[in-house]
């Protein structure tokens, strides 16, 4: 069985500053991550995926994310915050074969503060 | 090219009524996934069609959700004698059928709410 846990349910930043939404991981075996945005009133988007290639990894909109299986931990960061990236953020393991399905995290809240 | 859709977008429905959500998925994507998105919560894994073997349906939370998909095309999930917790936002998503490597596409939803 695989599970993600997020840490931080909202996460505060001002406009221009780092971004960092933490991602604890587990799994019994090398696992496939990912991170989707899910802005208000509209639907899920694939920010970015770690498939057991390189472990940092680049998504779109300026985010990145760095897998380390030593502290099972899939941290989504940004340099530096824009107003657009106000949203709901969500970490996300996926099965192994025969079963696909994605097991998400609870969601971190993203605002911004102009 | 198309990108999954569902219809309704919106559906209300009164307690104890039948509904049924549509799942058009992407041409070509022979992975079909249902999932429920609980207000303020993440999502739950509900149903997950792969080609012609038989369905995954372990999310299914009682006997009232089921689900029927066409060859490698449309799903329908129906919930029967709805209940105010049935109230949600269904999401299906679809795959190509590469495992692990594959991404999965997310359509914008249907939002149920049960009065």
């Known amino acids: 069985a695989q599970s993600v846990t997020q840490l931080d349910s909202h996460v505060s930043v001002s406009e221009g500053t780092p971004v960092l939404l933490r991602c604890n991981y587990s799994?019994?075996?090398?696992?496939?991550l990912f991170w989707y945005v899910q802005h208000p009133n509209k639907g899920l988007q694939l920010l970015l995926k770690?498939?057991?290639?390189?472990?940092l990894v680049k998504g779109i909109n300026g985010f990145e994310a760095e897998f380390k299986k030593s502290e099972t931990s899939f941290h989504l960061t940004k340099p530096s915050a824009h107003m657009s990236d106000a949203a709901e953020y969500f970490c996300?393991?996926?099965?192994?074969?025969?079963?696909?399905?994605?097991?998400f995290g609870t969601g971190t809240r993203l605002t911004i503060i102009p | 090219g198309a990108g999954v859709s569902q219809s309704p977008s919106n559906k209300v429905t009164e307690k104890g009524k039948d509904v049924e959500l549509r799942c058009d998925p992407i041409?070509?994507?022979?992975?079909l996934y249902w999932y429920r998105q609980r207000l303020g919560q993440g999502l739950e894994f509900l149903i997950y069609?792969?080609?012609?073997?038989?369905?995954?349906k372990s999310g299914l939370p009682s006997d009232r959700f089921s689900a029927e998909r066409t060859g490698e095309s449309v799903s329908t999930l129906t919930i029967q004698r709805t209940q105010q917790e049935d109230s949600a936002v269904y999401l299906c998503?679809?795959?190509?059928?590469?495992?692990?490597?594959?991404?999965?596409?997310f359509g914008p939803g249907t939002r149920l709410l049960v009065l």
């Open positions: 041409s070509g994507h022979t992975a």
């Open positions: 069609f792969q080609g012609n073997s038989a369905p995954d």
């Open positions: 996300v393991v996926r099965g192994f074969f025969g079963n696909e399905k994605l097991t």
């Open positions: 799994s019994s075996y090398s696992p496939s």
């Open positions: 998503a679809s795959s190509l059928p590469g495992g692990v490597e594959e991404t999965q596409y």
């Open positions: 770690y498939t057991s290639a390189a472990t």
